[in-house]
């Protein structure tokens, strides 16, 4: 069983770090105006991996906030995986080659699944596949348009590809601390073999302990933003009790 790793989120919006509600742009709150800032206060919480989404990108199909992005990875030293508008092999490879651990692919894992098997084959362990659900079904171009394809469907096409994990949100509870969708979660762990990572609405320690519960064992890990950035999760106390539960799963 893989560890539960504990991934501290910062969206970029016009070079700064901010949060969405429910991935509406115009509903953003500037935390940071230095990411690289707010990715050293990360580091230096203790945290080992971080998580990056390009909001700009997401919407333009394209890297927009490769600036920030780059000042991140002259500032920390762990892990960084990346999501927002990598819609093509040579994006993919250009991310990787200047740092980036993992690279996360959303819209093009629906309209060209193809494009993820061929990056799975060229850098083994180092795609994620973003699964942005409504109601269990995907939406795509930063959340802004909504597919018929189902959540379950989607994690099926990339079962045996080599996909390194899969990212879960639950848009309905992005950003407005609702507490995550563990059932929905689960049973997407259950139906897969890829590790699955729970992503929005992380409200405080009550959801992290409920997801290192046996039942919830599956999960591999969980993104948290709006909960750090207003000091309503702990992260001493929450990277403690992963910590105390990692040496056990």
């Not at 040579?90 to 629906?110: D, F, H, K, Q």
């Not at 083994?124 to 659900?133: E, T, Y």
């Not at 969980?222 to 009790?241: C, H, Q, T, V, W």
Request: with cysteine.
């Amino acid at each position: 069983m893989s560890k539960f790793t504990l991934y501290p989120a910062i969206d970029l919006k016009d070079g700064k770090c901010v949060r969405l509600i429910k991935g509406e742009m115009s509903e953003a709150t500037i935390f940071n105006d230095s990411p690289a800032n707010q990715a050293e206060q990360f580091a230096d919480m203790g945290f080992d991996y971080l998580h990056l989404v390009d909001l700009n990108g997401a919407f333009a199909g394209e890297p927009v906030n490769a600036s920030a992005v780059e000042e991140i990875l002259k500032t920390v030293k762990m892990p960084v995986q990346l999501g927002g508008g990598i819609r093509d092999i040579e994006t993919i490879e250009n991310w990787l080659s200047m740092g980036i651990s993992r690279v996360i692919l959303g819209t093009v894992a629906v309209k060209n699944p193809e494009l993820v098997i061929e990056a799975c084959k060229k850098f083994p362990n180092q795609v994620v596949v973003g699964l942005d659900a409504r109601n269990g079904f995907i939406a795509t171009e930063g959340w802004a348009e909504q597919s018929e394809l189902h959540m379950f469907d989607m994690a099926a096409r990339f079962e045996d590809v080599g996909v390194a994990a899969i990212i879960y949100t639950d848009i309905a509870r992005d950003g407005i601390l609702t507490g995550v969708n563990i059932d929905q979660t689960r049973a997407l762990a259950e139906k897969t073999s890829i590790p699955v990572i729970a992503s929005g609405g992380l409200a405080s320690i009550d959801d992290v302990t409920t997801l290192l519960k046996d039942e919830n064992k599956l999960i591999s890990g969980a993104i948290s933003g709006r909960a750090l950035y207003d000091k309503r999760l702990d992260p001493e106390e929450a990277i403690n009790i992963i910590t105390q539960a990692n040496l056990t799963r």
